[in-house]
């Protein structure tokens, strides 16, 4: 019986580690996108902390990016950095009331032009709360806080991932594809990164139903 309790133990705390680190990670979307193309993206903010909401995130935007535009956010103000030659190196976001709490999240857009020659997009985000806690996502990819990374992918010969090769009215079109893809990629990624939550939850209820089992066959 003391054996069955243990494992029983064992099970429940594996299961609440598992379900912390599927919620945890912020992340930029799309994960993939074009040499030379202009391109929106989602900063996805989830807040892990269970006592205190987040009330500011830090996101840095490196060489391989040209970020040019902000979107407005209702109930939070930005603030952008920059470097000598004016390029955007950075905004915060900061909560202008409570912030979010741990069963939330939220999405951040923000639009800019991607490097000709970049293969990748390594954005380093810091997340703050209330009790002035800060999470760093600046690790690499297999470290306990990871950075987010785009994958960008070479420039087709033809030019076609050059946006702004298109006339006024395709280019609004094209951001509009855009925000419906990211959002659906949102909502993968976000099921996604809930999978590892519902296999602990089965794999704890086939623990309980093989406890309770055993226990009636002494009985």
């Given at each position: 019986m003391k054996k069955m309790m243990t494992s029983l133990a064992v099970m429940l705390g594996a299961f609440l580690l598992f379900a912390g680190i599927a919620s945890a990670h912020v992340t930029v979307l799309p994960?993939?996108?074009?040499?030379?193309s202009y391109e929106m993206?989602?900063?996805?903010?989830?807040?892990?902390?269970?006592?205190?909401?987040?009330?500011?995130?830090r996101v840095e935007f490196p060489s391989a990016v040209n970020i040019s535009r902000i979107e407005p956010k209702p109930g939070w103000k930005y603030e952008i950095q920059k470097d000598a030659s004016e390029k955007i190196t950075s905004v915060t976001w900061t909560a202008e009331e409570e912030g979010l709490k741990s069963t939330e999240f939220g999405l951040f857009n923000i639009q800019g032009k991607v490097a000709d020659d970049a293969t990748e997009i390594v954005f380093k985000a810091y997340q703050t709360y209330q009790d002035g806690t800060v999470v760093e996502w600046v690790g690499t990819q297999d470290a306990e806080k990871p950075a987010s990374v785009t994958t960008v992918n070479p420039k087709p010969a033809d030019g076609s991932g050059d946006h702004h090769s298109t006339v006024k009215t395709n280019e609004s079109k094209?951001?509009?594809?855009?925000?419906?893809?990211?959002?659906?990629?949102?909502?993968?990624?976000t099921n996604s990164s809930n999978a590892p939550l519902y296999v602990s939850i089965a794999a704890l209820i086939a623990g309980l139903l093989s406890l309770v089992i055993s226990l009636k066959k002494r009985a």
């Amino acid at each position: 019986m003391k054996k069955m309790m243990t494992s029983l133990a064992v099970m429940l705390g594996a299961f609440l580690l598992f379900a912390g680190i599927a919620s945890a990670h912020v992340t930029v979307l799309p994960k993939e996108t074009t040499q030379g193309s202009y391109e929106m993206f989602t900063v996805r903010v989830p807040s892990e902390n269970e006592t205190v909401p987040t009330t500011q995130i830090r996101v840095e935007f490196p060489s391989a990016v040209n970020i040019s535009r902000i979107e407005p956010k209702p109930g939070w103000k930005y603030e952008i950095q920059k470097d000598a030659s004016e390029k955007i190196t950075s905004v915060t976001w900061t909560a202008e009331e409570e912030g979010l709490k741990s069963t939330e999240f939220g999405l951040f857009n923000i639009q800019g032009k991607v490097a000709d020659d970049a293969t990748e997009i390594v954005f380093k985000a810091y997340q703050t709360y209330q009790d002035g806690t800060v999470v760093e996502w600046v690790g690499t990819q297999d470290a306990e806080k990871p950075a987010s990374v785009t994958t960008v992918n070479p420039k087709p010969a033809d030019g076609s991932g050059d946006h702004h090769s298109t006339v006024k009215t395709n280019e609004s079109k094209e951001e509009v594809k855009t925000e419906q893809a990211n959002k659906e990629e949102v909502n993968e990624t976000t099921n996604s990164s809930n999978a590892p939550l519902y296999v602990s939850i089965a794999a704890l209820i086939a623990g309980l139903l093989s406890l309770v089992i055993s226990l009636k066959k002494r009985a």
